[in-house]
């Protein structure tokens, strides 16, 4: 079965930088998007940033100018670098990944958080 694995969260500072990947493990044909949300408590899920196949990008209108989303597509990786990041930024981030099973049908998977605490 396909998971996705997530690491790289953390506590940070204001004004710091944390950067995070995810990979798909188990078997799989092919990956579409790729791109990651995030959920406050008491909060909606919202997207931060997604990134196609062909490496177009779109994000979250207050994240613009400091999160960058990238991705190896010989490593099926998935980056979100996050600088001056702000306590508002503290939320569980989870990764998001369209992806085709070799014997299966395209479906969206998740990962299964990874808690970014922005705090000084």
């Known amino acids: 079965q396909v998971q996705l694995v997530e690491s790289g969260g953390g506590l940070a500072q204001p004004g710091g930088s944390l950067r995070l990947s995810c990979v798909p493990s188990?078997?799989?044909?092919?990956?579409?998007?790729m791109g990651w949300y995030r959920q406050a408590p008491g909060k909606q899920r919202e997207l931060v940033a997604r990134i196609t196949s062909g490496r177009s990008t779109n994000y979250l209108d207050s994240v613009k100018g400091r999160f960058t989303i990238s991705r190896d597509n010989a490593k099926n990786t998935v980056y979100l670098q996050m600088n001056d990041l702000k306590p508002e930024d503290t939320a569980v981030y989870l990764c998001?990944?369209?992806?085709?099973?070799?014997?299966?049908?395209?479906?969206?998977?998740w990962g299964q958080g990874t808690q970014v605490t922005v705090s000084s």
């Open positions: 188990g078997s799989f044909l092919n990956i579409d998007y």
């Open positions: 998001n990944a369209r992806i085709r099973p070799w014997s299966g049908a395209w479906s969206d998977y």
